[in-house]
């Protein structure tokens, strides 16, 4: 069945940097555009960012706009989250996702709805 596993969450300090990775099975993930999206406490669950298929196009929230890169690597059936410069307000945790069909190559969104299956979530904590 689909599954993605999140990891590489953490305690870091203002300014600091951490990787995500996301780990895809069962399903093929070079048809499929891969979104990462965050819930911090009290607030709703946000898009952060996704990756296209076909020409990987890339999208991110304002917010998280320069500071932040998604990349893929099919073979390794792996999506990435590198988050550079965080701040406090980036405390949450992070979840990666799958789009749901219909396939569109070279797009993805931010939208929740828009995707269907989703990993566990790692945890991100930006402190001093």
């Known amino acids: 069945q689909v599954q993605l596993v999140e990891s590489g969450g953490g305690l870091v300090q203002p300014g600091g940097s951490l990787r995500l990775s996301c780990v895809a099975s069962?399903?093929?993930?070079?048809?499929?555009?891969i979104g990462w999206f965050r819930r911090a406490p009290g607030k709703e669950r946000e898009g952060v960012s996704c990756?296209?298929?076909?020409?990987?196009?890339?999208y991110y929230a304002d917010s998280v706009k320069g500071r932040f890169t998604i990349s893929r690597d099919n073979a390794k059936k792996t999506v990435y989250l590198q988050m550079n410069s965080l701040k406090p307000e980036n405390t949450a945790v992070y979840y990666c996702?799958?789009?749901?069909?219909?396939?569109?190559?070279?797009?993805?969104?931010?939208?929740?709805?828009?995707?269907?299956?989703w990993g566990q979530g790692t945890q991100v904590a930006v402190s001093s």
């Open positions: 069962g399903f093929t993930l070079d048809y499929y555009a």
């Open positions: 990756i296209s298929t076909g020409t990987t196009n890339t």
């Open positions: 996702a799958k789009v749901r069909p219909p396939i569109r190559v070279g797009a993805c969104s931010l939208y929740g709805y828009e995707y269907i299956d």
